[in-house]
């Protein structure tokens, strides 16, 4: 069955530490990937995704992510957080790309980073 | 651009009456919609994908006559919890994809509580 594998549930990290959150899919298809971000009492908003194309995605507030196929991995990445971070994140895969847009979704990483 | 909006944003309601939550694309059209739940401390969970103009597509173990949608137009889908029971208690989120688009947009959620 596809799935989604986040490695870390719970990162803690200080400010300006650089951070890597991994995921990795089980699927050997045409993939699309997604890193969604959730803040304290918000809701989930796009980080970013990669379809095709330079296998490093650049996102939003600094975030990137590198699709590895050879290692079914789109690992999340930020040279040095900062407190406003702190949020859960979460990978997710749509593993029939094309098809439909049913996303498989990892368990998630709670990131809370310290002043 | 790209927003989804959800409403009620919460409701509290009694055991075995019915609640609708409304999930709209305000400037955007959307020809699927997802409905999820999602558990404290959890990831989301697909209940089911909603197709414009045509009959949902449940998950597994999702009953359909308790969790009635309607995608009735591009901009609008609803689910109906009928008969509402405590165990349905839970953090209801909507999402939706622009025509031919891929990604997944996200409403900011219902809080349902039945007592």
């Known amino acids: 069955a596809q799935s989604v594998s986040q490695h870390n549930h719970h990162v803690i990290l200080s400010e300006a530490a650089s951070l890597e959150l991994g995921c990795n899919y089980s699927?050997?298809?045409?993939?699309?990937l997604f890193w969604y971000v959730q803040y304290p009492g918000q809701h989930l908003q796009l980080l970013l995704k990669y379809f095709s194309g330079d296998p490093l995605v650049k996102g939003i507030k600094g975030f990137e992510a590198e699709f590895i196929k050879s290692k079914f991995s789109f690992n999340l990445r930020k040279p040095s957080v900062q407190w406003s971070d702190t949020a859960e994140y979460f990978c997710a895969v749509n593993a029939d790309a094309g098809n439909n847009r049913k996303l498989i979704w990892g368990l998630g990483t709670s990131l809370a980073v310290n002043p | 651009g790209a927003v989804v909006s959800q409403h009620p944003s919460w409701v509290i309601c009694k055991s075995g009456t019915s609640v609708k939550i409304e999930c709209r694309s305000l400037d955007f059209q959307a020809t699927t919609m997802f409905w999820y739940r999602q558990f404290p401390k959890q990831s989301l969970m697909l209940m089911a994908t909603?197709?414009?103009?045509?009959?949902?597509?449940?998950e597994q173990g999702v009953e359909k006559d308790k969790f009635l949608i309607n995608h009735a137009s591009l901009t609008l889908s609803t689910l109906t919890v009928t008969s509402a029971h405590p165990e349905d208690s839970s953090f209801y989120i909507c999402?939706?994809?622009?025509?031919?688009?891929?990604?997944?947009?996200f409403g900011p959620g219902t809080r349902l509580l039945v007592l």
């Open positions: 699927y050997g298809g045409t993939v699309n």
């Open positions: 999402s939706a994809s622009p025509l031919g688009g891929e990604t997944q947009y």
């Open positions: 909603s197709n414009e103009g045509s009959k949902a597509t449940y």
